[in-house]
């Protein structure tokens, strides 16, 4: 059931885009903001293309979606809740959180877990955007870089409506790789930090890895239908390419991986024309 939608019109256009602020009401309440952005001119259903953006960041300027919104795609960008957009962590707490979000809920249930939460708002997100008139719900992408490239694996794996999926350098994969290879550091550092103040001597650690499993990328990816391209770079020390290959490697639809020997967690050259591409085979 899609519920508690809210669209509002933005300022901001160009001759060929529409801007609205489209907000839904998440898992526990929370309202979650998105950026949709629609052609001028519609005469027939449009494919679609859901963005994530990376951690502790925001959907990012309403002009950078404009090249595919030119070429016929709606698009839809997801402020994740708690970080740093307009979407709500309702977890004690309303506003931004910005970081923490890996441990987040880890002291409770499993249900708890934001991560848990964020997820379903991906998933949330894809309905409501499959059940637009406007949109063809055969060609719908799910894209993302870093926790944004996490999060539409997650998408994929979890909603029907998702046919594509570019996913670069994915976030939110094999977290005890991260720590065995003594990475929990950067995006990873709240890890070392749960375990410095929860848990000194490691006596949960097997519990607190299990914990953290239900909200690892790598054991939804099974599930995904979708065409998946993944990109990552072999020097990359954030989001370490073996955490990325734990779940590429279980990935069991049409798949494909772009490897980048001398490239880490950074602007790829010409990756972005790379995924323009990708994306206009979807308009054949």
């Not at 934001?114 to 719908?140: G, H, W």
């Not at 954030?238 to 290959?245: A, E, G, L, M, R």
Request: charged share 25%.
């Amino acid at each position: 059931m899609i519920r508690k939608l809210k669209l509002r019109e933005m300022s901001i256009e160009a001759p060929y885009a529409e801007c609205y602020n489209l907000y839904f009401t998440g898992v526990k309440g929370a309202r979650i903001r998105v950026q949709l952005i629609k052609p001028k001119k519609i005469e027939k259903t449009c494919p679609a293309i859901l963005s994530f953006h990376g951690y502790s960041w925001y959907s990012g300027d309403w002009s950078d979606k404009f090249a595919l919104v030119a070429a016929g795609f709606i698009v839809a960008a997801m402020d994740v809740r708690g970080q740093n957009g307009y979407s709500e962590d309702v977890g004690g707490v309303k506003g931004n959180t910005v970081h923490g979000h890996i441990i987040r809920g880890l002291d409770g249930k499993k249900e708890d877990l934001l991560y848990r939460q964020v997820f379903l708002d991906t998933a949330e997100l894809a309905k409501i955007i499959a059940n637009m008139p406007e949109v063809d719900s055969r060609r719908i992408a799910a894209m993302g870089f870093s926790q944004g490239g996490g999060l539409a694996l997650a998408c994929a794996s979890l909603s029907p409506y998702i046919s594509r999926v570019i996913s670069v350098y994915p976030f939110l994969c094999d977290y005890k790789r991260v720590w065995e290879m003594d990475l929990a550091k950067d995006a990873y550092e709240e890890i070392r930090t749960y375990f410095r103040f929860r848990d000194p001597l490691h006596e949960r650690e097997d519990e607190i890895f299990t914990k953290l499993g239900y909200i690892d990328v790598q054991h939804l990816a099974k599930w995904i239908k979708a065409e998946v391209l993944m990109v990552t770079g072999l020097m990359d020390t954030i989001c370490p390419p073996s955490t990325q290959f734990a779940a590429y490697n279980k990935i069991q639809s049409k798949k494909q991986m772009l490897i980048y020997p001398d490239f880490g967690h950074e602007q790829i050259f010409f990756l972005n024309d790379k995924i323009f591409m990708y994306f206009m085979e979807m308009l054949k």
